[in-house]
């Protein structure tokens, strides 16, 4: 069951240590504001700060934050594979991914890597602050913004048909993919139709470009 946060009496007030915070944003700017901000939090301290994926997964090893926020489309490494590496680390780093898309199959991949939060880039600090303290006490936090649009976007796709699509987005004719998948160009061309016209879509191009845009090729 997803919880959304609400304001939460300060960790301090209840004799609980400050909560150590990693924060990943490639966005320099951005980055500082966001670290500085919860830093003046009595309760949560930053201790330090990540430019991209890649950098985050090296601090979190050796810093060994409660929590990460992270950004979810950075260079190198996504917040998603970070938060992927870190599940198949089994290491405790809680993580909280700071979004600005409402795409339903970055949500699916963010909760099947164990992400304990999804948040607007854009939510109040007294919001953000307040999901931390939810998601470092053993809850979640999604924003209800975007729990709704993900609750109303369902993937229609097939992972075969996700397969094929992610394939002809490369740019392989039906041939070619048929080769790569075992399948015959008839079958490949049945998948791509399938596609097509679950998505609604005028063509493969078009339904390449609204599957990305909803996440569902990731």
Known sequence: MLEHYGAESTLEERG???????VAEDQGMLRGALS????????????????????????IRSLKPDL??????????????????????????????????????????AMKAGVKGF?????????????????YRGKRAVSPELALSFWEAENPLTE???????LAREGKTANEIAAKLFLSAGTVRNYLSEA??????????DAIGIAEKNGWLD
């Not at 309760?43 to 990540?50: F, L, R, T």
């Not at 490494?77 to 339903?104: K, M, N, Q, Y």
């Not at 939510?123 to 998601?135: G, H, K, M, Q, T």
């Not at 075969?160 to 992610?166: P, Y």
């Open 16 to 22: 609980i240590t400050e909560v150590k915070v990693l």
């Open 36 to 59: 500085a901000l919860l830093d003046m939090e009595e309760d949560i301290e930053v201790i330090g700060q990540a430019e991209d994926g890649e950098q985050a997964l090296e601090m």
């Open 68 to 109: 990460c926020v992270m950004d979810i489309e950075m260079p190198k490494l996504s917040g998603l594979d970070v938060a992927e590496r870190l599940g198949a680390d089994r290491h405790p780093c809680l993580v909280v991914i700071l979004t600005t898309f409402s795409r339903s199959g970055y949500f699916q991949r």
């Open 119 to 135: 948040l607007l880039k854009d939510s109040p600090i007294d919001e953000l602050s307040a999901a931390l303290r939810n998601v």
């Open 160 to 166: 075969r048909e996700r397969e094929v699509l992610r």
């Open 196 to 205: 097509i016209q679950k998505l609604d879509a005028k063509n493969r191009i």
